[in-house]
């Protein structure tokens, strides 16, 4: 540190003896005029040399630090730039078989809804031939229940109409056969 402080007083030292404004107001000749252009070069090259010393290794530090950082941010880019690509191309196969997949489900989906409504229909044909069968079946059972009720009718009605007509045709002497003969054949069980 005290090098730099040291350079740098002597760089600033040359630098403020080859400046004309320091001259004497008198007449410059063409000599000191060459001088003074020989030191200002002088001075210049030994700042020069001196910013070339004393700045050189911090200036290469700095800018192979830079360069280290920019290299460190552009893997870091590179990478986070290769994991996106990496992933839109997984969600491009995602999407692409999303579109197949949702091809295949409309296809099954058809399908259930086809067997299902087969299967609703079979099942509907099913129980329309049962309601028919029991109707048909209820049906002969109220048609022979009519039979019979309209056979008991028949009976009652010729019965009563039996039983006045021998009420009309049979006389005292026929009811006390027919009263004799009941006894008898009851004696007879008996």
């Not at 630098?15 to 070069?41: C, G, H, N, Y």
């Not at 830079?66 to 690509?85: F, G, P, W, Y």
């Not at 009420?167 to 008898?184: T, W, Y």
């Amino acid at each position: 540190m005290r090098r730099m402080a040291l350079w740098g007083l002597l760089a600033l030292g040359m630098a403020l003896m080859a400046d004309p404004a320091w001259a004497k107001a008198e007449e410059v000749s063409t000599f000191r005029q060459i001088w003074d252009q020989v030191w200002l070069i002088i001075n210049f090259l030994i700042l020069a040399f001196l910013i070339y010393k004393l700045a050189k290794q911090p200036l290469i530090d700095f800018l192979n630090g830079q360069r280290n950082l920019v290299s460190i941010d552009l893997d870091e880019v590179t990478k986070l730039r290769k994991a996106a690509q990496a992933e839109l191309k997984a969600l491009r196969r995602k999407t692409d078989c999303l579109g197949q997949e949702l091809v295949q489900f409309e296809d099954q989906a058809a399908r259930a809804a086809a067997k299902e409504r087969d299967h609703i229909l079979d099942q509907a044909k099913r129980e329309s031939d049962l309601i028919i069968e029991r109707a048909e079946h209820w049906a002969e059972q109220s048609l022979r229940k009519a039979k019979s009720e309209l056979a008991a009718e028949i009976v009652e009605l010729a019965s009563q109409i039996a039983e006045e007509k021998l009420k009309e045709n049979i006389g005292a002497d026929d009811k006390k056969r027919l009263l004799d003969q009941f006894n008898q054949s009851m004696n007879q069980t008996a």
